[in-house]
């Protein structure tokens, strides 16, 4: 085992001063010379033709600079996938949720801009709306996009292994509906962004973005301008969760007006906005069903997912894909049958959410085994046990687990959480839910998909990195600096984090799915071995030696087995910046370009390297009185491999499975009958506060070595979000013996559900 110094350590964080001490510059806080200030007049209706926009007395107000429709854009719509561009940067012909922005204005200050709004004029003819997928897919329901004919916006089929000879090997089978609600993502800081256009026409976009790639690509598509005229530069990101891969109208009004103008252009949301008319998790409507042994083994599944999600496809196809990929894993499956639609409908879109719709598919499938165990008699802990995927497993359609510790995570949440003991008390109003999830270290998707790091190696001695990723809260910027420590063999004061910027950086294909310490830790190492490489040749001259035989560490460069004999770090750069003349650079880039691009259609693939497992455990009282549920204690057994810094990686564990507790018991999107956001501001919106959370959690890292990973490590953060839903509701009827398949489960759900156990 190698002896690590700076990695595996809990250094502090690279971005931690410049926020704890409000210096860090958010979107919001930029400003230019001659900023004009955008806002964007949004629908009040969620479904309409526009007959009319009238923007006349706007343009006339003084101080209004521009006025904008979606008649200002080329009309080329952009999407994920050739095949679902179903998006225009503002709509031109019909709005199709409540909140969309259909103008934009920009003026010499904000109460300018907001004046201009109430004087645009908008004729809609209003039509038929539909909420749900029922209603989208009933015979002759309104078509929700004017770019598909259907409301059936996508579909996936998967079959792997003998599904019915499964079923018929089962003792027991069980069949079972689940559904989930709207959510909302939950990040702090609203979008917001500045544009700038120079006098050649190149514009400089800095927004509060979490993939600049996948922005800079859509944006360029949509505004129907060449690639190499948009410069993205990255402020602090104050939060993400997926909520803010792709473009928004905010985005492209803002660059729009900056063209028209030629004044630089800020545009900063309300969270009004944001909650009403920007990215959501999909409802659910799942139907599963699940064959298993006497033992608890399971013999085969069957699943129907559909999700609604909004009136853009987005990253839906994608969603629909990792609800049934993900139903096989962290389970044994031998055989799966999945059907999986994707329906638009007249609410807000929805995108990727932490964990994406693993989350879901999760809470389904973990809620059945418990039920299934249940009724046979056999364990919780005991089922998961037996069917935990082991090292070196291929699932039914063909996803590779290299290195699995999911039974050691069941077995130490199971000791922490004190769950033998607990037995004894299951069914008094306090109970333990257990559930595990999976979740990989970065898929491999179609295109440009990999990480790129760039090193500078500066004349003191520091060393300077540089990436297209995004640091959004995870800790991406301190790990990198770690793994370059480590591998130079220099102090982590000694690296630096860089700026994101296109022009010197390359770009990455996002920070989404725990791709960021897999995927571009991976390129940093390579980056800095290629810096390394470079001056172990200056050393070994120096000293006469094969460059091969050198050590970095502590700050020098000495030869193996004779230590003594060595030169210090800071000469051997010296040595190549006034002898040779010449600066030094490290480039590294990684991809996992041995696994297939998978078929988002048949599910047949291995999309990752690098699975994460985790058993989490979470003990909770239910108030019977009330239904009111207080969660008490969490356990988080988990294999994120080599873990890179210990303390953020806790953060990340604990943080995953906090996100997940306001979609389990609290949170809800609602809307009127006639598409209306009645809940869109954080009074009536409720998320979890510190109040909310287990007033103790314990995370366990199961220490495992990934072939593939950087020093060993995966991805974290997203596992626990997976396995966070399922354990509530196995908890809560571990508490007071009723089962909630609806989510959220609140108090009134579960008041019911007592009633109608009690017969009353």
């Known amino acids: 085992m190698e002896q690590l110094k700076v990695v595996g350590k809990s250094v502090e964080r690279k971005d931690g001063r410049a926020k704890v001490t409000g210096r860090a510059r958010f979107a919001g806080d930029l400003v230019a010379p001659g900023m004009l200030h955008g806002k964007i007049l949004r629908s009040p209706i969620a479904h309409g033709n526009i007959l009319n926009i009238d923007t006349s007395k706007a343009r006339a107000l003084p101080g209004v600079m521009a006025v904008i429709t979606g008649e200002d854009f080329p009309g080329k719509p952009y999407g994920t996938r050739p095949d679902t561009r179903d998006q225009l940067p503002m709509p031109i012909s019909k709005v199709h949720h409540f909140g969309e922005g259909v103008a934009a204005v920009a003026a010499i200050d904000e109460d300018t801009a907001e004046e201009a709004l109430d004087l645009i004029r908008v004729d809609y003819e209003e039509l038929p709306v539909v909420l749900t997928a029922e209603d989208a897919l009933r015979p002759g329901a309104p078509p929700v996009n004017e770019f598909k004919e259907t409301n059936l916006a996508y579909y996936s089929d998967f079959v792997f292994g003998e599904v019915e000879e499964g079923f018929k090997k089962a003792d027991y089978i069980r069949k079972e509906t689940f559904t989930s609600q709207r959510v909302t993502v939950g990040f702090i800081e609203p979008h917001a962004c500045l544009a700038e256009v120079d006098p050649s026409g190149r514009v400089l976009f800095q927004g509060s973005k979490q993939s600049p790639y996948i922005t800079w690509r859509h944006m360029c ?334 700050r020098r460069i000495y030869v193996r087995d004779q230590p003594e004999k060595g030169i210090g770090f800071l000469l051997a750069v010296r040595k190549a910046y006034y002898e040779k003349g010449a600066p030094l650079y490290g480039r590294g880039y990684w991809a996992a370009t041995d696994i297939d691009i998978v078929d988002w259609k048949t599910g047949k693939g291995n999309l990752a390297h690098g699975l994460d497992f985790i058993a989490t455990a979470i003990e909770l009282e239910v108030d019977r009185e009330t239904g009111q549920v207080t969660l008490l204690r969490s356990a988080h057994g988990d294999d994120a491999g080599q873990p890179i810094n210990p303390l953020m990686l806790d953060g990340q564990v604990i943080g995953g499975s906090t996100h997940m507790i306001g979609h389990g018991l609290l949170e809800e999107s609602l809307y009127d009958e006639r598409g209306r956001s009645l809940n869109c501001s954080w009074r009536d919106y409720k998320q979890p506060t510190s109040m909310d959370v287990p007033f103790e959690a314990i995370v366990e890292h199961i220490h495992t070595r990934d072939p593939y990973g950087p020093f060993g490590a995966k ?46």
């Open 221 to 554: 598509r949509a505004l129907d301008i060449p690639l190499s005229k948009m410069r993205i530069v990255n402020p602090f990101v104050g939060g993400a969760f997926s909520g803010k891969h792709d473009p928004f109208d905010v985005d492209f009004a803002a660059v729009r007006l900056a063209q028209i103008t030629g004044r630089p252009v800020k545009i900063v949301l309300n969270y009004d906005e944001v909650l009403a008319a920007y990215r959501q998790r999909n409802a659910m409507d799942a139907r599963l069903r699940l064959g298993v042994k006497k033992n608890g083994a399971i013999t085969a599944l069957e699943a129907n997912c559909v999700l609604e999600g909004g009136p853009v496809c987005g990253i839906g196809p994608f969603n629909i894909y990792y609800f049934g990929a993900f139903l096989n894993i962290p389970y044994r499956i031998p055989a799966i049958k999945y059907h999986g639609e994707l329906v638009y409908s007249n609410r807000a879109p929805c995108g990727t959410v932490r964990g994406q719709e693993i989350v879901l598919a999760q809470f389904a499938l973990d809620s059945l085994l418990h039920m299934v165990g249940e009724e046979i008699g056999v364990d919780p802990v005991e089922m998961r046990v037996v069917n935990a995927v082991p090292d070196n497993w291929t699932t039914a359609n063909g996803i590779v687990v290299d290195v699995s510790g999911l039974s050691r995570c069941i077995e130490k949440s199971a000791e922490i959480i004190g769950w033998k003991e607990s037995r004894k008390q299951s069914g008094r109003g306090r109970g333990i839910g257990f559930s595990c999830a999976s979740h990989p270290s970065g898929p491999r998707l179609g295109g440009h998909f990999g990480s790129s790091v760039v090193l500078k190696l500066v004349e003191d001695g520091k060393v300077i990195v540089t990436h297209g990723g995004t640091e959004i809260g995870q800790g991406c910027n301190t790990v990198f600096c770690q793994m370059v420590a480590e591998v130079l063999g220099l102090p982590i004061e000694d690296v630096e984090q860089g700026v994101s910027d296109s022009d010197t950086t390359i770009f990455d294909s996002g920070m989404f799915g725990d791709r960021c310490t897999y995927w571009d830790g991976n390129a940093a190492i390579l980056a800095a071995e290629d810096l390394k490489r470079q001056l172990a040749e200056i050393a070994a001259k120096e000293l006469n030696v094969d460059p091969k035989d050198l050590c970095f560490e502590d």
């Open 715 to 760: 991805g974290a953060g997203e596992a626990s979000s997976c396995s966070t839903l399922a354990a509530i509701a196995n908890g809560i009827y571990d508490a007071v013996g009723v089962r909630i398949r609806d989510l959220p489960i609140t108090p009134e759900k579960i008041l019911k559900a007592l009633r109608e156990k009690e017969g009353r």
